[in-house]
């Protein structure tokens, strides 16, 4: 797989974390509340092992 293609995908996953955010925000999640929170937590790590592994410039 192309790098540029998965630098794609990855923006598209950026910008799905926006909708996790949102999501939370919502007052009557329940206990999904605790796995949106670890998706998010998940995605972020993810996101930031990627900048480190191909860092841009």
């Known amino acids: 797989m192309e790098l540029q293609m998965i630098r794609d995908r990855i923006v598209t996953?950026?910008?799905k974390r926006e909708a996790l955010i949102q999501l939370l925000e919502q007052p009557d999640l329940g206990t999904l509340?605790?796995?949106?929170n670890q998706a998010i937590e998940e995605m972020d790590d993810l996101l930031?092992?990627?900048d480190?592994?191909?860092p841009v410039g």
């Open 13 to 15: 996953i950026r910008s």
């Open 33 to 36: 509340r605790i796995d949106v």
């Open 48 to 50: 930031e092992e990627f």
């Open 52 to 54: 480190r592994t191909f």
